[in-house]
């Protein structure tokens, strides 16, 4: 068999380094950007010299640099991906020939991956958009410039064109978009405004989550500033404007001051963390549980520079009704404090 043949068989991934990024082993720093591969896997795809940066091998304690380009192949095919696409209602805010802005729902998976193959964002996408431009020949991600988590509701901006997709994707590197969550999380702050800094990568315990890392070379630059919006007592309703984008980077930040989001259940906010003994007290906070079987998160406000008009454009989104219907029996429980 032919070395081009056998390279068709291989997984490649291309990663480029973001310009704050700090020197890490390049090991490492795949690592924080591949899900779901060993760091045993990497090291032996540098041993076989097919970890290269800048179109040249590299052994796995080459420090990247900002801006570095870190391509990688590994000797088993990737899974053979179809994109079916499915009729499945969105909730179109606005849409033009270069942009779609959406509401995204709870419980909607934004791409294909690992045990969801359908039923995502991107098959609806497939459905009802034709030849949306894919991102960096993606064929999994026609038309994303960025992702929220499956439990998260609200705003998201889709590519319709190629211009579209090369100016958006531009923004969300420069860090020129203007994007707002609400909140619910558990505690009071201390300030009524603030930021929390750490950088973010897979927990070390569980890969399937994050965890923030305040020292050291591990994990990603992230920063969050946050607004207290109303006090609830035991529950806080707070703004927050991402600075970076990192996958569950207000889950895991408010998790690292100890005030997870309410009823995250990965990051520990769905059990009763604050507040009194009384029954009463415990059983509001379950039914309030049940009423938003998810984390409280909603991205609420989305604002980008339009690709073709260059206008500065601003969208708003309600709160999902679980979300809306939980903040107002909090705002309920402390006018009258149940006991």
């Avoid at 860090?175 to 950088?199: M, P």
């Avoid at 992230?222 to 927050?240: N, P």
Wanted: charged share 30%; hydrophobic share 35%; with cysteine.
């Amino acid at each position: 068999m032919t070395n081009e043949v056998e390279e068709e068989l291989f997984e490649h991934h291309r990663v480029i380094a973001d310009k704050g990024q700090d020197p890490l082993r390049v090991d490492k720093f795949l690592m924080n950007r591949l899900e779901g591969t060993s760091r045993s896997k990497i090291q032996q795809a540098a041993v076989d010299g097919f970890i290269q940066v800048n179109d040249k091998a590299v052994k796995s304690n080459y420090k990247v640099k900002p801006h570095d380009i870190v391509t990688v192949m590994f000797k088993n095919p990737p899974r053979e991906f179809e994109l079916i696409p499915q009729d499945i209602p969105l909730n179109i805010v606005y849409e033009d020939e270069d942009i779609v802005v959406l509401n995204k729902e709870a419980g909607m998976v934004v791409h294909p991956g690992y045990g969801n193959y359908s039923g995502t964002l991107v098959n609806a996408l497939a459905y009802h958009f034709k030849d949306l431009p894919s991102n960096g020949g993606d064929p999994t991600r026609p038309g994303l410039v960025h992702r929220i988590d499956k439990n998260t509701t609200g705003l998201m901006v889709i590519a319709k064109s190629d211009l579209a997709m090369t100016s958006l994707s531009k923004q969300f590197f420069d860090r020129s978009i203007d994007r707002r969550y609400n909140a619910l999380i558990w505690g009071e702050l201390g300030e009524e405004e603030g930021s929390i800094e750490g950088h973010i990568g897979r927990s070390l315990k569980n890969r399937k989550v994050m965890s923030v890392f305040p020292e050291g070379d591990y994990g990603k630059h992230a920063k969050t500033h946050y607004r207290v919006l109303e006090r609830f007592g035991y529950i806080s309703l707070v703004e927050c404007k991402l600075e970076t984008g990192r996958t569950h980077q207000i889950r895991v930040h408010f998790q690292h001051i100890k005030h997870p989001l309410f009823n995250d259940n990965e990051y520990g906010g769905d059990k009763i963390l604050k507040g009194t003994t009384f029954s009463k007290y415990k059983q509001f906070v379950e039914n309030c549980f049940k009423i938003i079987p998810r984390q409280s998160l909603h991205a609420k406000s989305l604002a980008f520079t339009h690709p073709r008009t260059k206008e500065w454009m601003s969208f708003e989104s309600e709160l999902a009704e679980d979300m809306k219907t939980v903040i107002e029996k909090w705002r309920n429980y402390a006018l009258h404090k149940i006991q």
